[in-house]
């Protein structure tokens, strides 16, 4: 960072690069800095439910390295068997348990950042004053660094079901969800794919899914033997009475894991039906979910482009795949006029442009259909505040045009 | 007052450079320094639900809201926000998150911070903004709801809290429990490891009037159990087992009566029996939580007033209680003050002192990222006008 400063030249922190927004890519010449092996398991601290890691640690190998210990790191973002904990703390990442177990933020205990000057600071939610944790985390790399991490621990459940219901319209299903969360049963995950991606999926994966349903949704309970039998029953009878027409449970660990491995990599299995895709990242009221997958198909439909719908559907996060090839100029077009109708049509609907893939390069214009200038300003004056020169990633998150000048003080 | 109107009143104190202070149910004054010869914006009245639709699991409240009032709305559509406030009749929203206030059950749910998921505010200036919304994910620029939890309102005064709910338990019940002598550390390590997890837990000496349930040799724990109906008996057993296998024989329930009990014991480190006693809080690891209760009590016995001690098993945090007599306690305070500073350096004060109250160290240990904090309060309030010298923020405290 002192070198970054010396030279008066941006710099980037990446992971794995595995972000969808442009985050970690530089935009013209500076350094960046990779955190690729600087990926060490710092502390365990098991009676204290926590650890101690740097940024490079890959997501996943957290939870693998300390299962014997009974316990878990629970921000499980699709890409997880690459992305760094210390990317996903850059995005506040997700991913499907996040329905329960809430986004990076919720698990991230205390940070130390390297700042705009190359000295370090530390912050911990239990510290007095302003929760700085809170606002590094998601900051997309723009406030400081993250050298290492204290992260939350979860016991592994005791018992953990998973269903698999087919519906034979994307709407029930998104009903059914509805009327899930609606019921006040917050599942472990509820997660939804449609029929192009059910198909993709079971042709790279046979993942066991119904190639007939128009829609699945892929339901995780996790608890106590008695709290998974009723989310069972309880969830069973709500997605029969919304038209399912399977409801199917994993009966053993191997099961499961099919079921989890066709969902985890339906974004890779469409690469069978289309040389290309775009992912958009919205999120809308859970109940505003129909709605909001009628708009996405409506414009998928004028464009004459394929969407396949693979979603954190509890969640009312949507990841609509527009499928395209990339020779083709109009489909290019279509799939970027698609992506930004998406944006609008989730503004409208009381949502946001990005539920967990960040803002980056991608979405920063889109940030002035959720913000009005002065909400903008605000955020740019801490921005100014961290890191005055803008040396951290630069050009990421804000519009052009957008500076703290536009308060009044 | 209605945005507009707080807006306006900003904005003149702002271009007069006269200090404003906010009003709100009090309950979390005695956590920081009193504020002076400054205007008061009362925000007691802004107690409207601004949004709630039960099947989104989302609410959107005006700050002033009383933590009461929010649970009594929720209660209704079987759901909750385990704000867990003390004196929740009183303590407003903004109150709550100004001063990043959390409770015993933050293990299990989060704290109120983790549940906010959005904001309107208004800064200094007068300027009106947002930040977040009233969807459960959302990354789409800097989360700057959460930057205002405790900021005692000294960045921006917050006018809207948007949070996530959660369904309500179907059942509640509170384990009460005295420790036989010699069983204490074998309780905290049964009761950690209890499953399903406590939904909170404490251990306490003294709160004679605050806790319920019959003292020890050892003291005495009080569990929550919150769960669906068809575990509660099961659990039950589980957990008298567990307890069993720690030495205590008898558990006493209380199912009617739990969460007035629980509220009780939230209410307990506010409640003080006169104006010469002060309650402390000091974060901990939860495997150092009885060392530290027992090192603080030492302290308090040496300057010979009564103590009583709270410690949440499943976060860590000690909470001290020391009431002195009317003829030695003003000059006492501060050397106590300063000798369970040098065992909790991290102890914060909750309530009490009396006249005292500024002279004493508040806060205890400043964060590591001061400077950062001054440098956003520099920015935000560039003239300095909202609650100045109530922190450390501007400064005027080292």
């Known amino acids: 960072m002192k070198i970054a400063r010396d030279l008066a030249e941006p710099l980037i922190a990446r992971g794995s690069g595995t972000g969808l927004c442009g985050g970690a890519a530089p935009l013209r010449a500076g350094i960046v800095l990779s955190f690729a092996r600087m990926n060490q398991l710092l502390e365990l601290d098991i009676e204290n439910r926590r650890a ?74 239990e510290d007095l004053g302003y929760d700085l944790t809170a606002l590094l985390v998601g900051s997309e790399g723009t406030l400081g660094i993250v050298t290492s991490a204290w992260v939350r621990l979860l016991r592994i459940p005791s018992t953990t079901g998973v269903w698999l219901a087919a519906f034979p319209s994307i709407e029930s299903a998104s009903e059914a969800v509805s009327a899930i969360v609606g019921a006040g049963i917050v599942p472990t995950a509820l997660e939804m794919m449609d029929a192009t991606i059910v198909r993709a999926v079971e042709s ?32 069973a009878r709500i997605a029969r009475a919304h038209g399912a027409t399977k409801w199917q449970a994993a009966t053993s660990a191997d099961q499961r894991e099919a079921l989890w491995r066709g969902r985890k990599g339906a974004a890779g299995a469409v690469g069978r039906i289309a040389p290309n895709y775009y992912t958009q990242d919205v999120c809308v009221p859970r109940t505003r979910l129909p709605e909001m997958l009628a708009a996405v198909d409506d414009a998928a439909r004028k464009h004459g482009i394929v969407v396949g719908n693979v979603f954190h559907a509890g969640d009312g996060n949507l990841h609509p795949l527009l499928l395209y090839d990339k020779r083709d100029a109009r489909q290019v077009a279509a799939v970027i006029e698609i992506g930004n109708l998406v944006l609008a049509r989730a503004v409208e609907l009381g949502g946001t442009i990005s539920g ?54 | ?48 639900i601004l949004e709630y639709e039960p099947r989104d699991l989302t609410i959107g409240v005006e700050c002033g809201l009383t933590g009461a009032h929010m649970e009594q709305t929720l209660r209704e559509h079987r759901q909750f926000l385990p704000l867990d406030a003390p004196d929740a009749s009183q303590a407003s929203v903004g109150g709550i998150l100004a001063a990043a206030w959390s409770g015993p059950r933050r293990h299990r749910y989060g704290r109120p911070r983790d549940l906010l998921i959005g904001s309107s505010f208004a800064l200094a200036d007068g300027t009106l903004a947002r930040a977040g919304g009233m969807v459960v994910k959302n ?46 550390e074998r309780a905290f390590a049964q009761i950690r490891n209890l499953r399903p997890e406590p939904a909170a837990a404490w251990w306490s000496t003294g709160f004679e009037r605050e806790v319920d349930g019959e003292p020890g040799d050892d003291g005495r724990i009080a569990i929550l159990l919150e769960c669906e109906n068809a575990l509660l008996e099961r659990a039950t057993l589980d957990w008298r087992a567990a307890l069993g296998r ?15 009990s629980f509220t009780r014991l939230l209410d307990a480190p506010m409640r003080l029996p006169g104006v010469h006693a002060l309650s402390y809080r000091s974060p901990s690891l939860p495997s150092h939580a009885l060392a530290l209760a027992d090192s603080l009590a030492e302290v308090v016995d040496r300057f010979e007033m009564q103590r009583d001690l709270l410690v949440d098993i499943m976060n860590g945090d000690v909470t001290l209680r020391a009431v002195g ?74």
């Open chain 1, 52 to 125: 101690r890691v740097a940024p490079g640690l890959v997501n996943l190998q957290l939870s693998e390295r300390i299962a014997s210990t009974g316990y878990f790191y629970a921000p499980d973002p699709a890409s997880q068997r690459a992305s760094t904990i210390g990317g996903n703390i850059g995005t506040n990442a997700g991913g499907p348990h996040c329905l329960a177990y809430g986004t990076t933020v919720n698990h991230v205990l205390a940070l130390e950042i390297v700042d705009d000057r190359g000295e370090c600071f530390t912050t911990a939610v």
């Open chain 1, 204 to 235: 790279a994966y046979a993942a066991g899914y119904p190639a007939d349903a128009a829609a699945v949704l892929l339901v995780e309970s996790s608890g106590e033997p008695e709290e998974v039998a009723s989310a069972d029953a309880a969830i």
């Open chain 1, 356 to 409: 967990e893939h960040g803002v980056g390069i991608e979405k920063r214009n889109g940030m002035s259909m959720v913000y009005r200038t002065e909400d903008l300003a605000a955020m740019a004056c801490v921005r100014d505040v961290f890191d005055p020169q803008a040396l951290l990633n630069p050009e990421k998150i804000f519009p052009s045009g957008i500076s703290c000048r536009e308060m009044r003080t």
């Open chain 2, 1 to 48: 007052m209605n945005d507009t109107a707080i807006s306006d009143a900003l904005a003149e104190a702002s271009a007069g450079r006269r200090p404003v202070t906010l009003r709100g149910g009090g309950v979390f004054s005695g956590m920081h320094r009193r504020v002076i010869d400054a205007d008061e914006i009362d925000l007691r009245s802004r107690r409207a």
């Open chain 2, 139 to 184: 990354v789409a620029g800097y989360d700057l709801s959460r930057l205002f939890v405790g900021s005692m309102g000294t960045l921006a005064v917050l006018l809207r809290a948007n949070f996530k709910t959660l369904p309500l338990p179907d059942s509640a019940r509170m384990f009460l429990a005295a420790l036989p002598a010699g069983t204490r």
């Open chain 2, 246 to 260: 720690a030495g205590i024989p008898e558990t006493r329930l209380l199912d009617a009566g739990a969460h007035a």
């Open chain 2, 325 to 398: 007599d009317a003829a030695s306690f003003t000059q006492m305070a501060g050397m106590l003050d300063d000798a369970l500073h040098d065992r909790a350096p991290r102890a914060r004060i909750l309530a009490g002192g009396g006249e005292g109250h500024d002279r004493l160290d508040c806060f205890g240990l400043l964060p590591n990222a001061l400077a950062q904090m001054r440098a956003l309060k520099a920015r935000f309030d560039p003239h300095g006008i909202l609650n100045p010298g109530i922190a450390f923020f501007d400064g005027r405290h080292s």
